[in-house]
């Protein structure tokens, strides 16, 4: 109870706080038409936003697709049925294995970005509102740590996809080396 009240309760409603306050106070006071900066920050936010858009979309159809398997009994053996590894790797997720995460946090930090060019005039000297960003970047990263903890230990084959499959940025994955391939 103690975990709830002041990690979930407080804490990040105090993070959420940090990260929100700098940006509200640019609408308000900042300036009034729009900066140089402003429309190419709106595109990349809008280029992070659709990561993380379509990502959600590939996990919850992947989610909902093997929760009907498990109820219907139509898991296969068989190589080409996308479930049987029991993890999504396609899609984004094949050049990450949290593109979701990259897409939110990517808006977090252009927004930061935005709020710090329209606070570029104002008596603000130190752009504060970095404690939200950095620690909301931190809440993530420890999530993703515990999160991929779980699934290397339910799934054998997510150890291979990790080490081809960067954890956080849009990358290629890395090519397979396998050493019966080799031979």
Same mark, same amino acid.
């Given at each position: &109870? =103690? @975990?709830? =009240?002041?990690?979930?309760?407080?804490? &990040?409603?105090?993070?959420?706080?940090? @990260?929100?306050?700098?940006?509200l106070y640019i609408i308000y006071y900042g300036p009034t038409r729009m900066q140089l900066y402003d429309l190419p920050l709106t595109i990349l936010f809008s280029l992070f936003l659709g990561i993380e858009t379509i990502s959600d979309f590939q996990m919850f159809e992947f989610q909902k697709g093997k929760r009907n398997n498990i109820l #219907?009994?139509?898991?296969s053996q068989k190589g080409d049925d996308e479930f049987v590894d029991g993890f999504y790797k396609y899609g984004l997720y094949k050049y990450s294995r949290h593109p979701?995460?990259?897409?939110?946090?990517? &808006?977090?930090? #252009?927004?930061?970005?935005?709020?710090?060019?329209?606070? &570029?005039? /104002? #008596?603000?000297?130190?752009?504060?509102?970095?404690?939200?960003?950095l620690n909301l970047s931190f809440i993530m990263y420890k999530s993703m740590n515990l999160t991929e903890g779980i699934t290397w230990f339910k799934y054998p084959k997510y150890k291979i996809y990790a080490r081809r499959t960067s954890q956080f940025f849009l990358w290629p994955p890395t090519?397979? #080396?396998?050493? /019966? /391939? /080799?031979?």
């Open positions: &109870q =103690l @975990f709830v =009240l002041f990690f979930i309760n407080i804490y &990040q409603m105090i993070s959420i706080y940090m @990260f929100s306050v700098l940006p #219907t009994r139509g898991f979701n995460y990259f897409g939110e946090l990517g &808006q977090w930090w #252009t927004i930061f970005m935005i709020s710090c060019i329209g606070a &570029q005039n /104002k #008596t603000i000297s130190i752009h504060w509102g970095i404690i939200g960003v090519p397979s #080396t396998d050493k /019966k /391939k /080799k031979q």
